[in-house]
């Protein structure tokens, strides 16, 4: 299983940027799929996740500025940032995952700078 994110940068405060996020290896429809970042010294933590069916969780944080969605014909999880702040710089990684039969697996992180 491979997981192979994508299309971080750098932008200034109150831009936006999409990332995505390409399974191969596995079912994608049956997965559930979620965005989380990690900074410097701190715990990596969830932003967001999505159902196989749709159903989406977001953190307090990027409430009203994050969206993610799932695109199963390309296999691919995006996340579509607005309105990004400072505090959002990180690094985003993407996870497959099932809880039903466990399966866990994490892609490659994208770097994301929001400049003030």
């Known amino acids: 299983v491979q997981l192979q994110a994508s299309g971080g940068g750098l932008v200034q405060a109150g831009g936006s940027l999409r990332l995505s996020c390409a399974v191969s290896g596995t079912t994608f429809s049956m997965n559930a799929m979620g965005w989380y970042r990690q900074s410097p010294g701190k715990q990596r933590e969830l932003v967001a996740q999505?159902?196989?069916?749709?159903?989406?969780n977001y953190a307090d944080s990027v409430k009203g500025r994050f969206t993610i969605s799932r695109d199963n014909a390309k296999n691919t999880v995006y996340l579509q940032m607005n309105s990004l702040k400072p505090e959002d710089t990180a690094v985003y990684y993407c996870?497959?995952?099932?809880?039903?039969?466990?399966?866990?697996?994490w892609g490659n992180g994208t770097q994301v700078t929001v400049s003030s």
């Open positions: 996870r497959a995952f099932r809880t039903v039969v466990f399966m866990d697996y």
């Open positions: 999505i159902t196989t069916v749709g159903i989406t």
